[in-house]
């Protein structure tokens, strides 16, 4: 089964930008539609962006124009860039695949959850 290794984040000042990296093991994931997710304090967990192969991308209507997610196959790794950082972009950020169920992306179950990785934005 795919795990996903998390890493890139931090604390960074509103407006700010962050590059977060997953790296894939156990399966390649250039086969797999993907997906950034964050959860927030006491908040569910929800999708922020998600990669279909390729061949489509969506974002969360809260993240549309600041975040861009992309991956290299060749190194079984994702990465999502976010700009413009905001206050309510903080949470813990995780990586994993997706399926698409018109007219959204949704999570793939049943899936391994890495660490995650921690974004604060905040001044």
């Known amino acids: 089964q795919v795990q996903f290794v998390e890493s890139g984040g931090g604390l960074v000042p509103p407006g700010g930008s962050l590059r977060l990296s997953c790296t894939a093991s156990?399966?390649?994931?250039?086969?797999?539609?993907i997906a950034w997710y964050r959860q927030a304090p006491g908040k569910q967990r929800e999708l922020v962006a998600a990669d279909a192969l390729g061949s489509l991308i969506d974002y969360a209507d809260s993240v549309k124009g600041r975040f861009t997610i992309s991956r290299d196959n060749s190194e079984n790794t994702m990465y999502l860039l976010m700009n413009d950082l905001k206050p309510e972009d903080t949470g813990v950020y995780y990586c994993?695949?997706?399926?698409?169920?018109?007219?959204?992306?949704?999570?793939?179950?049943?899936?391994?959850w890495g660490q995650g990785t921690q974004v604060t934005v905040s001044s």
């Open positions: 994993n695949r997706a399926v698409w169920t018109p007219p959204t992306f949704k999570e793939f179950e049943p899936s391994v």
């Open positions: 156990g399966s390649d994931i250039s086969i797999y539609a």
